[in-house]
Structures are given as C-alpha cells and as structure tokens.
C-alpha cells in the first residue's frame, strides 16, 4: 500500500515557467512533510519541508502549499530553471519513524 | 559538517554471491536508515536504528538481508545470497531525531548490479 502518492510522474515546463508537484497521504500520525530533490547518481537532498501546524512554507522560488483537511500537500517552483530538472520526491514521516516516499516527479525545465 | 558517507559507490556481482555495503553517518546522528531505491521509484526502507538498536526492520528481508549497527555510528548492510531483484541503489541517511528535527541527510548511495 502506498502511503503516499505523488502525481503528476513526469512534468515539462518552460524556463520561467510554475512546476507544480501533488502529493496526498491517509495517516493522519503523519506530521513531517519533506519535499527531496535528486539528480541522477546522487543521493535525495533537502529542498523544503514542512509541518502540519501551517499551511504554507516559502523559501525562495520554492513553496510548499499544506492542506491539512484534504490531507494534500504540493510543491511549487516559481521561475523555474533549467537547473531545477531533478526528480522530486514527497515524502511524510510521523515523528520518530520511517519517511514514506512518493514515487517520484522527474521534472525538465526547457530554456 | 562533513556529510553522510557510504561505499563502495558501485558493484556488480553475480546472483548468489554476496556483498556488504558500508555506512557512516553525521557524527551525533542517532538514528540511522537504510532504505532501497529501485530504478524510477521512490527509496522503500529496509531497516531503521536508534543508536544500536532495531526501530523497524519489518521491511527487510531476513533470509538474505542482514544489517548492523556496532556501538551506534557506522553501520554495515549484507545481502547474501543476492538475487537479480536486488539491483538497485542502497541508500543510507541519519538523523538527529529530536523534537523539533527529524531531518534525514542522505548519502549518494551505492549502485548494486546483480548480473
């Protein structure tokens, strides 16, 4: 069973362009909320996260929306770059325990 | 802050041989991971240690897969016999786990060829 789901698989967006990444999850224990970026032949690194008691979390061109109602949360990249096509993973984690991953958004920026 | 370190970065061996991955995570961290990425999916945990101990190895397979944490730092991942299934990248991460940071850092992993 997924724990959490991730859409779209794929996404192709125009330099400058929003890049929009949906993640959901069903247990309600969930209360970290990571977002990682990974490039090909590296390990997953940090990008942004967020916890459940706000709804959104900006640091720079990166925004985490947070529904906690829906149980739904999504990544948003303002501007995007060329230097932004990575794989992205949602993941969640209730504290003390495993993160969940999402299967993943392989995102090209097209200059 | 030196980051979390594993090796080898790449092996291949053949179905039924063994292999041992090893891990060295942020000096404090006390919790430690050892997830598996297969090619276009997202990492699936094997096991989790708090300092020395087993948190969650439901996930691991115990007939071939075995893994250890001596005296809380380093950790050592063995898979024996390995099956073609087992091709993938090793991941391992640590976390300070406390209140307030549950912040997991990952190493580049390991990529294992099964052939």
């Known amino acids: 069973q997924q724990q959490v789901k991730q859409s779209p698989q794929s996404l192709i967006v125009q330099k400058g362009g929003i890049s929009i990444i949906n993640c959901a999850y069903e247990n309600t224990a969930f209360d970290y909320f990571p977002w990682y970026q990974q490039f090909p032949g590296k390990g997953p690194a940090l990008l942004i996260a967020i916890r459940p008691d706000v709804s959104e979390k900006k640091e720079g061109r990166f925004t985490i929306s947070f529904n906690k109602s829906a149980k739904q949360f999504s990544l948003h990249i303002m501007d995007s770059q060329p230097g932004d096509s990575a794989t992205y993973f949602c993941?969640?984690?209730?504290?003390?325990?495993?993160?969940?991953f999402g299967t993943g958004t392989s995102l090209t920026v097209i200059p | 802050e030196a980051g979390v370190a594993q090796s080898p970065r790449y092996k291949i061996i053949e179905k039924r041989q063994s292999v041992a991955f090893w891990c060295n995570p942020i000096?404090?961290?006390?919790?430690l991971y050892w997830y598996q990425q297969i090619l276009g999916q997202g990492p699936k945990l094997l096991i989790q240690f708090q300092n020395n101990g087993v948190v969650d190895d439901s996930q691991l397979p115990k007939d071939r897969f075995s893994a250890e944490r001596l005296k809380g730092v380093d950790s050592t991942l063995k898979i024996q016999p390995a099956k073609l299934e087992d091709s993938a990248v090793y991941l391992c991460?640590?976390?300070?786990?406390?209140?307030?940071?549950?912040?997991?850092?990952f190493g580049q992993g390991t990529r294992l060829t099964v052939v």
């Open positions: 991460a640590s976390s300070l786990m406390v209140v307030g940071n549950t912040e997991a850092f």
């Open positions: 993941a969640a984690q209730a504290t003390g325990n495993q993160f969940y």
């Open positions: 000096s404090g961290h006390a919790t």
